[in-house]
Every structure is written in structure tokens, then in C-alpha cells.
């Protein structure tokens, strides 16, 4: 003969099915999945947002300091598609301390080390003075006074020089060459284009005419 439950009192409840519970677990479960995927992208936004800005910064800052250098530098210019070296009145330190009256600088891009990005590394040199006893010997070595990395993380760092070459017609044209190695007169332009790694990144170009003075 079966037995019957008894009916609930007025005021009880009765527990979770089987059935019930999997359905909650499984609502928490997709409920915990958006949420950790809505904070990863939230997280990965603002890494990028970080790294992006970082790279705009580094890339201004390198600006600036070729400007300021540029604008007090002699006659002599040497450069390819990835150095860039000059004298100047003004060189920029990343170290403590007083820089020399004068000195050689360096742009070097340069692939980083355990990465296939590149970076813009900045030296500067010193020189030595020019009097009677050292003008007529061998040049002397400039000496390495202080190295600093500019820019990191580039997907392009790349240098050209505007000058005027004659077209068939004998007619100067401006032409922006590769490689710069005309002793005594500086290009009539020079470009330095940087870019981030990121497609969305726009490579900047900056342009500094050889008007300025020389020391």
C-alpha cells in the first residue's frame, strides 16, 4: 500500500529540484563568462590606450630634441636611411649634468634586442677642441658621453634628405635621397618618419629646414 507525503504546512517551501539547481548553476556560470570577458576588454582597451599614448609621447619627445639640435648644427651632415649624425651647439643629456659647449650627435634606429619592433637611440659625443697642435694631426675618436633610447616599440624609424638634382632638361628638381654623404653643405630637408607598431598609429614626419644656423 503507498504512502502519502504529507502536504506542505501554510508558510513552508520545499527545496531545489535537481533540475532546478543545474539551470541556476548553469545561469551563473554564463553570468560569470560575460562578466570576466567584459573585464578582459575593458582591461586590453586600456593597456592599448596606455601603450598608445606612451608611443605618441616617446615619438614628440624625439621630435623636440632633433629640433633643438637641428637648429644649432654645423655645416657637416652625415646620414643614411637609419643614422642620422651632426654637430651641434645645444645636444640634448638624458644624463645629469652640464653637456659639452659642443658636441656630435647620433640618431641610430636600431632594432631592439629579442624583438622584432625597432627603436631610436640617441648619442652624444664629445669633440676635441680645435687648436694648433691636434688641426693638422690625425682627427681624434669623439668620445661617448651619454646614450639614451628615445623611442622603443616603432614599426618604422627611417631618415631622407631633400636636395635638387638636375632632370634631363638640366632642371633642378627637388629629390629626397636615402643616404647623405655631401661634405660641407646640408640637405636642403630633412625627414624623420616614426610610426608605433599598431596599424593605427599614422607615422609622423617631421621636417626641419637647413636654413637654421650654424654654428
Known amino acids: 500500500m503507498m504512502r502519502r507525503h504529507a502536504p ?25 563568462v560575460i562578466g570576466a570577458s567584459a573585464m578582459s576588454t575593458a582591461l ?30 654645423g655645416i657637416t651632415v652625415k646620414g643614411s636611411a637609419t643614422t642620422l649624425e651632426f654637430d651641434t651647439l645645444h645636444p640634448v643629456m638624458g644624463t645629469p649634468g652640464t653637456g659639452p659647449a659642443i658636441a656630435r650627435v647620433e640618431y641610430a634606429c636600431e632594432t631592439a634586442e629579442g624583438s622584432s619592433t625597432m627603436a631610436l637611440v640617441h648619442r652624444v659625443k664629445t669633440l676635441p677642441p680645435a687648436t694648433a697642435a691636434n688641426t693638422t694631426a690625425r682627427p681624434q675618436t669623439p668620445t661617448l658621453l651619454d646614450t639614451q633610447v628615445l623611442a622603443s616599440g616603432l614599426r618604422m624609424c627611417a631618415f631622407s634628405y631633400l636636395t635638387r638634382l638636375p632632370n634631363r632638361e638640366g632642371k633642378p628638381i627637388p629629390t629626397w635621397l636615402a643616404k647623405w654623404e655631401q661634405p660641407r653643405q646640408p640637405p636642403d630637408l630633412l625627414r624623420m618618419g616614426l610610426s608605433g607598431v599598431r596599424d593605427d598609429m599614422p607615422a609622423l614626419v617631421y621636417k626641419a629646414r637647413s636654413e637654421a644656423g650654424a654654428p
Open 8 to 32: 506542505l504546512l501554510p508558510g513552508t517551501q520545499g527545496g531545489f529540484t535537481l533540475l532546478e539547481l543545474m539551470v541556476a548553476l548553469a545561469i551563473s556560470a554564463v553570468v560569470a
Open 44 to 73: 586590453d582597451s586600456y593597456s592599448r590606450n596606455g601603450e598608445r599614448a606612451r608611443s605618441r609621447e616617446e615619438v614628440r619627445g624625439a621630435e623636440r630634441i632633433l629640433r633643438h639640435e637641428w637648429t644649432t648644427r
